[in-house]
């Protein structure tokens, strides 16, 4: 890259490299070169950005945990429309795997990432912490609508949707088999829930 030329999104295109080298390598060897060289710009433009390295990582996952959050904010509107396990389904899946992936390995690769992040975004912000409230609020509207039995514990069955993610982000699967093994758990999670309220 010549220099003087600016470079649209250098954020972004650092952010996506990242996230790729955790995806493919893991967290354990990440380094501010390793992280220019994936994305194709000198060393000094990240520094030029950045404090340091933790300071890009922190960067990161906050940028990662806003854009998850509010993926799913809206998933309680949903209810009463749909069936349970589709919205939830969609809900969980339109981020994209390799995402959850490099969010999930390097938080708990470097765990003081979690009080950096939520400096930032507020308590309870951290990791796919918004994906758990997202749906748990979801299960709660859909259960005043009799749509989720009111035995159900909406906020354990809430945390077990995210457990799957964290898993299968964890084991680093992330194609159609792995989204395939997530939608059986919702599916297996909400099976006999009513399609429409009791009447």
């Known amino acids: 890259m010549p220099r003087g030329v600016a470079i649209p999104a250098l954020r972004q295109q650092l952010f996506a490299a990242v996230e790729r080298l955790i995806v493919e390598e893991g967290p354990s060897r990440l380094t501010g070169r390793a992280v220019t060289r994936e994305a194709g710009v000198a060393t000094g433009l990240?520094?030029?950005?950045?404090?340091?390295?933790?300071?890009f990582l922190t960067g990161f996952a906050v940028d990662r945990v806003f854009?998850?959050?509010?993926?799913?904010?809206?998933?309680?509107?949903?209810?009463?429309?749909?069936?349970?396990?589709?919205?939830?389904?969609?809900?969980?899946?339109?981020?994209?795997?390799?995402?959850?992936?490099?969010?999930?390995?390097?938080?708990a690769f470097r765990p003081e990432l979690t009080a950096n992040v939520e400096a930032v975004l507020g308590s309870g912000m951290s990791g796919l912490r918004g994906i758990e409230r997202a749906v748990a609020g979801?299960?709660?509207?859909?259960?005043?609508?009799?749509?989720?039995?009111?035995g159900v514990d909406t906020e354990a069955l809430a945390l077990a949707v995210v457990s799957v993610l964290?898993?299968?982000?964890?084991?680093?699967?992330?194609?159609?088999?792995?989204?395939?093994?997530?939608?059986?758990?919702?599916?297996?999670?909400t099976a006999g829930f009513p399609a429409a309220a009791p009447s």
């Open 46 to 55: 990240l520094y030029a950005h950045f404090a340091n390295f933790d300071d």
């Open 138 to 150: 979801y299960l709660a509207a859909e259960q005043n609508r009799g749509r989720v039995p009111a």
């Open 166 to 189: 964290h898993h299968v982000a964890l084991i680093g699967h992330t194609d159609s088999t792995a989204e395939h093994r997530i939608q059986r758990v919702i599916d297996a999670l």
């Open 67 to 107: 854009h998850i959050s509010g993926e799913v904010a809206g998933l309680p509107e949903r209810a009463g429309s749909g069936t349970v396990a589709d919205n939830l389904r969609q809900a969980v899946l339109v981020t994209p795997l390799g995402t959850l992936t490099a969010l999930t390995r390097l938080t």
